[in-house]
T-cell receptor, first 111, second 114 residues
Framework: GQQLNQSPQSMFIQEGEDVSMNCTSS?????WLWYKQDPGEGPVLLIA?????ELTSNGRLTAQFGITRKDSFLNISASIPSDVGIYFC???????????FGAGTQVVVTP | GAVVSQHPSRVICKSGTSVKIECRSL??????MFWYRQFPKKSLMLMAT?????????EQGVEKDKFLINHASLTLSTLTVTSAHPEDSSFYIC??????????FGPGTRLTVT
């Protein structure tokens, strides 16, 4: 089946630094999504990407949909303590909106 | 807008009993609801997709008689874990999708089977 490879698995960064993570797949996805999950909570949508090559920003977050529709990256600029959490990429696999999730990137921000 | 609730948020039950988890879309009609399971420090694994008024579609390896899903209305889906065992202990998350097919996730339910 389709698999999303997300890296890195975890990141320990200092407040103010930029963060970058990415997802790749051997399969094409119609839509790429980036979510953040806090402990004990459900995922919250950060950015949705619909077109190949699309670059979208949401505040300090920037994400791009790869030209081949097989990859995406998420950047967080000038990290702050509340950026701590697990970030997941997800690809939409069919017209019903079924999602395939990456393994997640745990971000830890130290003061 | 687009709020999804789950109830209960935490539940502890004894082995062999059944547990029902509710997922509600509070301010929109959900044409499709999804149920996920998440183990500690792991990703979300899709269990099943349910459309209002029809039988749920289960992912490979998920026992439909073990995890009963009912989607009786456009705002409510339930997941019943039947004859629960300790290995069923997990974090169960639902999501609801409106006609735009964007998914909104609930806050999750922590199930512990003793």
């Amino acid at each position: 089946g389709q698999q999303l490879n997300q890296s890195p698995q975890s990141m320990f960064i200092q407040e103010g630094e930029d963060v970058s993570m990415n997802c790749t797949s051997s399969s094409i996805f119609n839509t790429w999504l980036w979510y953040k999950q806090d402990p004990g909570e459900g995922p919250v949508l950060l950015i949705a990407l619909y077109k190949a090559g699309e670059l979208t920003s949401n505040g300090r977050l920037t994400a791009q949909f790869g030209i081949t529709r097989k990859d995406s990256f998420l950047n967080i600029s000038a990290s702050i303590p509340s950026d701590v959490g697990i970030y997941f990429c997800a690809g939409e696999t069919d017209s019903w909106g079924k999602l395939q999730f990456g393994a997640g990137t745990q971000v830890v921000v130290t003061p | 807008g687009a709020v999804v609730s789950q109830h209960p948020s935490r539940v502890i039950c004894k082995s062999g009993t059944s547990v029902k988890i509710e997922c509600r879309s509070l301010d929109f009609q959900a044409t499709t609801m999804f149920w996920y399971r998440q183990f500690p420090k792991k990703s979300l694994m899709l269990m099943a997709t349910s459309n209002e008024g029809s039988k749920a579609t289960y992912e490979q390896g998920v026992e439909k008689d073990k995890f009963l899903i009912n989607h009786a209305s456009l705002t409510l889906s339930t997941l019943t874990v039947t004859s629960a065992h300790p290995e069923d202990s997990s974090f169960y998350i639902c999501s609801a999708s409106d006609r735009s097919y964007e998914q909104y996730f609930g806050p999750g339910t922590r199930l512990t089977v003793t």
